[in-house]
Nanobody, 124 residues
Framework: QVQLVESGGGLVQAGGSLRLSCAVS????????MGWFRQAPGKEREFVGR????????FYADSVKGRFTISRDNAKNTVYLQMNSLKPEDAAVYYC?????????????????WGQGTQVTVSS
């Protein structure tokens, strides 16, 4: 079993920055690619980005490319989402998720384990 716990959400002004963390316990962290998703009220869960098992590759949704950065520290069993130049439309509950799939994985169904989510609010 794998447990994921997100932290770092909060209220930030538009144009500001926030860094989310996701601590992972259970099976070997480095066995999983890690993804970030978000869900705004009344909307479907949306892919944000993903990082490979060793952190050597990332890819992002077009809506966040150039503003968000995913990184991981396998020694600390933690994955991060650095969010810069935040916009009001970035406001959502952000979730981290783990998948054993090595290749690109942007579909939520590809992820086996999920955190409980952390709220990000962006004021205009």
């Amino acid at each position: 079993q794998v447990q994921l716990v997100e932290s770092g959400g909060g209220l930030v002004q538009a144009g500001g920055s926030l860094r989310l963390s996701c601590a992972v316990s259970g099976r070997t962290f480095s066995s999983y690619s890690m993804g970030w998703f978000r869900q705004a009220p009344g909307k479907e869960r949306e892919f944000v980005g993903r990082i490979s098992r060793r952190g050597s590759s990332t890819f992002y949704a077009d809506s966040v490319k150039g503003r968000f950065t995913i990184s991981r520290d396998n020694a600390k069993n933690t994955v991060y989402l650095q969010m810069n130049s935040l916009k009001p439309e970035d406001a959502a509950v952000y979730y981290c998720a783990a998948t054993p799939i090595a290749g690109p994985s942007a579909l939520s169904a590809q992820y086996d384990y999920w955190g409980q989510g952390t709220q990000v609010t962006v004021s205009s």
